[in-house]
């Protein structure tokens, strides 16, 4: 009974192979759809293909693509799994032809050969950017996952400068607080405590009671 209860377990994180019908109700960007299968919407990520990102060049044109293929058409969807953001990675076809290949075939989307090894896509998206199509017009346009990237650095940067704003902004205690979160005490650079408790987060001089040691 406990290895029938674990392999049931295992099961459930398993990718099991599927087919299902749906309309596509929306298209959230070049890669990404819902479809509405038995009443229940189902968010479905093109498997295989890597769209520009919606604030990315070619991202709206790339969008607008996918929603003339299939904006409130019935679709099949091949289930191939789940990503890590819930939503089923699948091949989606209509009449019998493969949108995913039509979105790289467009020059709308990359092969995103990090998880996909499918020469038919692999070809196709060298056929669209030898010709121009789509997103190829532009001689160097930027890989999502570059940009993806590029925005986490960004993103990374103005954390740390904000950090050290806050540092500048009171030399006198070496800029920075710490807030115990379950005292509610607030300790300074150098106090012992600082950054040193099991919950807590960075503050300001007015949050919290100042620490009976370092005066906070």
């Known amino acids: 009974m406990r290895l029938f209860t674990a392999l049931l377990s295992i099961s459930l994180f398993l990718p099991t192979d599927g087919v299902m019908e749906g309309r596509v109700i929306s298209v959230f960007d070049g890669d990404t759809v ?5 009443k229940k919407r189902i968010k479905v990520r093109l498997e295989g293909i890597d769209a520009p990102e919606r604030a990315q060049n070619f991202g709206s044109k790339s969008k607008s693509a996918l929603e003339k293929l299939v904006q409130g058409k019935t679709v099949r969807v091949e289930e191939k799994g789940v990503d890590e953001y819930g939503r089923v990675l699948g091949i989606v076809t209509l009449d019998e032809k493969s949108i995913n290949e039509q979105m790289i075939s467009g020059g709308w989307a990359w092969h995103d050969k990090q998880s996909n090894s499918d020469s038919r896509l692999r070809d196709l998206e060298t056929q669209a950017s030898t010709e121009g199509r789509g997103l190829w017009s532009d001689r160097t346009p930027t890989p999502p996952w570059e940009f993806r990237q590029q925005q986490e650095l960004r993103l990374q940067q ?32 150098r ?20 620490c009976g040691i370092c005066g906070g």
Not at 34 to 38: A, E, F, K, P, S
Not at 191 to 209: K, V
């Open 191 to 210: 106090c012992q405590h600082f950054r040193n408790t099991s919950q807590g987060r960075a503050c300001t001089a007015s949050e919290g009671r100042a």
């Open 158 to 189: 103005q954390a740390l400068e904000r950090y050290r704003a806050s540092r500048s902004a009171n030399p006198s205690n070496g800029g920075a607080f710490w807030l115990n979160t379950s005292s509610n005490v607030r300790h300074n650079s």
């Open 34 to 38: 819902t479809v509405l299968h038995n």
